[in-house]
């Protein structure tokens, strides 16, 4: 992906300095005003909840004092409320993974599913996968603990982000912007 993205930037005369990281122990420490991690970014994909609070912590610490982080999660309520299966049947398009044999864990908030998705080959792939699921109180909480003073949460669309979506159990997933 990276190659990708470096290829694109070309294309556009960009100049980009891409970083290839493993999330859990980003190396920055109080470097950025803002860090911002849409569509997950790798946090609620990992294994453990230890692994996503991890990312949680990394985030955190490349943020200067006063500083903001934006980003998005999956929302706990919408599986509640919600056929995960019926959802990504219906967005599911041309070109895009596919989820199926769903299995949301009421007490661990994890789906676990079998993703299919096309390579850049053409070549059908298909993995095991395990999303977790977090309810806006968790996000604040864990938040608060990595000492937070300002949190607001709001619904998201795919693709669409907005301050003025007031969070309801529809949102697939949460927008999450806080304030050291």
């Known amino acids: ?4 993205a470096k290829a694109k930037a070309s294309e556009l005369d960009l100049k980009i300095d891409f970083k290839q990281m493993d999330a859990r122990k980003l190396s920055f420490d109080k470097e950025f005003d803002l860090v911002i991690m849409l569509c997950e970014g790798g946090f609620s994909l990992m294994e453990t909840d230890e692994m996503n609070f991890e990312i949680l912590k990394g985030a955190t610490r490349s943020l200067k004092d006063k500083g903001k982080f934006i980003f998005t999660c999956l929302n706990g309520l919408f599986p509640i409320f919600n056929s995960l299966e019926k959802f990504y049947d219906s967005e599911t398009k041309e070109g895009n993974s596919k989820c199926k044999n769903n299995n949301f864990d009421i007490m661990t908030f ?3 599913n079998i993703t299919e998705l096309i390579d850049d080959n053409g070549n059908k792939k298909e993995f095991k996968s395990n999303e977790r699921y977090y309810a806006p109180s968790e996000i604040t909480w864990l938040l608060k603990t990595l000492g937070y003073k ?7 669309k795919l693709g669409a982000y907005s301050r003025n979506d007031k969070l309801s159990t529809q949102d697939f997933e949460m927008l999450v912007i806080a304030e050291k």
């Open 1 to 4: 992906m990276l190659d990708r």
């Open 110 to 112: 994890r789906d676990h």
């Open 150 to 156: 300002k949190i607001d949460i709001y619904g998201a």
